[in-house]
Structures are given as C-alpha cells and as structure tokens.
C-alpha cells in the first residue's frame, strides 16, 4: 500500500492567494482527518470525515478554511484568502477502524504564505 | 475528553545510552495509547500501540512502551539509542468508542537529541 498521499509538499503563496492542499488516504480507511502543526501550537486537529461526511470541524480556525471529501479516495482542504498566520505543515491521516484507534499519516505540505 | 502531557520538551541522549521518554494521560478509562515518531521533513510513523491485554508492548525500532495504571503511564523506552533514533516523539491517546468526541490526542512532543 503507498500509505497517506499529500500534495503538494511544499507550498510558498503570496497572502491573499487561495491555496489548495490534497490527500488521498489509504485505499478502504473510513476515516480521514487534517491536522496542522506548528511551532507554538503543536498538531491540531482541524477536521475529520467519516464515510466521506464531515462529523467534526470544530478545529477549522476561520471561515477561510474549508475541507471536502467528494470521494472515498480523495480530500482537500482549502483556504482562501490564506494570510502568512496560516504558515504550517498540514498533515493528512487516515484510519481504519474508530477515530481513537491508530492513524496513519501523509508526509504533510509544508505551507508558506508570504 | 482525554488529554496528553508529555513532560520532557527536549532531551539529549548519547549513542549507546538508555532511553525513556515520559507520558502521562488523563482519561476515565482504560484509553488506547500510543507513541508516534517524526523525523525531520517527514510525516508521522508509528511505533507501537497499546490496546489491552499484556502492558510491555514492544514496537518497531527496537522501542517498547510500558502501561502503568496506577500512574496514568505510558512510557517509551529504549536500551540503547542510534543516531538514527533523533527526532520528536508523539505520545497520543485515544478512547475506546466510536463517538464524535473520541479522537486521538497528541501530546506536545519530546524532541531526542543524540550525542555521539
């Protein structure tokens, strides 16, 4: 199995520029979550799908973030207009079984906003 | 809701020597725990995972983790550490039912430094 795959790796955008980040979780996981990493805040959950709905997204920081699943194999998450604030490395995972059972992650994109 | 504490922000180890890195949880029940490791510029990648059952569980990489009940522990060890083995380390906890509110949660992260 490849595992989670992210794109793209990496991502320099000027401010003001809607950015699109993609994921396609391993083949027959039920679930998919976006998480952000940084500096001061860690790894943050922003978003989880479960059978390609949205349950959780209370994570999401602004209305200028938003994630869709339109398929089983296939997520993105967008955020339009992105500000040099939302500078991170975004991580995908996916899971098999329950949201507290093991996740297995995508490389990330590491996101720049100038 | 669950939550993570792992005490140790950074620590320095020299090759050879004994590892253990700390994690404390918080949660009603017995969780599921877990310990992750992310080496520089890449993802996440799983050491090993406790569930049930026996509570020295063994992982890939040579680590093993201990539950400890009474301390509300799940420790990450090693007998002796690689230079490979420096990177930051995730312990995460997640709750054994399928609701809305039980994800996994990420302790802060232990960043290992190895000595040579």
């Known amino acids: 199995d490849a595992g989670v795959i992210q794109s793209p790796r990496h991502e320099v955008t000027e401010m003001g520029q809607e950015v699109t980040l993609r994921c396609k979780p391993i083949?027959?996981?039920?679930?998919l979550f976006w998480y952000r990493q940084t500096m001061m805040r860690g790894l943050e959950l922003l978003i989880y799908f479960n059978n390609n709905v949205p349950i959780d997204d209370s994570g999401m920081p602004e209305d200028r973030f938003s994630a869709k699943m339109p398929n089983a194999s296939f997520s993105t998450l967008k955020i339009q207009p992105s500000e040099p604030r939302d500078s991170a490395v975004y991580f995908c995972?996916?899971?098999?079984?329950?949201?507290?059972?093991?996740?297995?992650f995508g490389q990330g994109t590491r996101l720049t906003v100038v | 809701a669950q939550s993570v504490t792992q005490p140790d922000i950074h620590i320095t180890v020299s090759e050879g020597a004994s590892l253990e890195l700390r994690c404390n949880y918080s949660?009603?029940?017995?969780?599921?725990l877990f310990w992750y490791v992310q080496s520089p510029g890449q993802g996440l990648q799983l050491l090993l995972k406790?569930?049930?059952?026996?509570?020295l569980v063994q992982g890939i990489k040579g680590f093993e983790a201990e539950f400890k009940r009474s301390q509300s522990s799940f420790n990450l060890r090693k007998p002796s550490v690689h230079w490979s083995d420096a990177a930051e380390y995730f312990c995460?906890?997640?709750?054994?039912?399928?609701?809305?509110?039980?994800?996994?949660?990420f302790g802060g992260g232990t960043r290992l430094m190895v000595k040579p």
């Open positions: 949660y009603g029940a017995t969780p599921y």
């Open positions: 995460a906890v997640g709750a054994p039912y399928n609701n809305a509110g039980n994800m996994l949660t």
């Open positions: 406790y569930f049930s059952g026996d509570t």
């Open positions: 083949s027959g996981h039920d679930y």
């Open positions: 995972a996916s899971s098999l079984y329950l949201p507290g059972r093991e996740a297995f």
